[in-house]
């Protein structure tokens, strides 16, 4: 069965970079685009960044272009988001999602309607 598993959360303080991982599992064919999303307390949830597994299309949002790198690795099944100059307000659950069969969706803006399965999130909190 289709499952994704996030890593690689923690504490960190202002400055400092993380780089959290998305493992797929059960999925049959390279024909699908992860997403990263993440939510904030008391705040929506918002869509990061997406990568397409078949060709490495991606796609930032505006206010995520220069610190967040989307990446991955099809021998491992991972996709990778890396944050760097971590600020405060970076402080949320970050959740990688699939969108099985629909990769043609990147590089548009990730949607949450648009993907089907999700992980648990990893925490990401980031110290003053």
């Known amino acids: 069965e289709e499952q994704l598993v996030e890593s690689g959360g923690g504490l960190v303080e202002a400055g400092g970079s993380l780089r959290l991982s998305c493992a797929a599992s059960?999925?049959?064919?390279?024909?699908?685009?992860i997403g990263w999303f993440r939510q904030a307390p008391g705040k929506e949830r918002e869509g990061v960044s997406c990568?397409?597994?078949?060709?490495?299309?991606?796609y930032y949002e505006r206010s995520m272009k220069g610190r967040f790198t989307i990446s991955k690795d099809n021998a491992k099944n991972t996709v990778s988001l890396q944050i760097g100059s971590l600020k405060p307000e970076d402080t949320a659950v970050y959740y990688c999602?699939?969108?099985?069969?629909?990769?043609?969706?990147?590089?548009?803006?990730?949607?949450?309607?648009?993907?089907?399965?999700w992980g648990h999130g990893t925490q990401v909190t980031v110290s003053s």
């Open positions: 999602a699939a969108s099985y069969g629909s990769d043609w969706i990147v590089p548009g803006p990730p949607l949450e309607h648009e993907y089907d399965y």
């Open positions: 059960g999925f049959t064919s390279d024909d699908y685009a």
């Open positions: 990568i397409s597994l078949r060709d490495g299309r991606t």
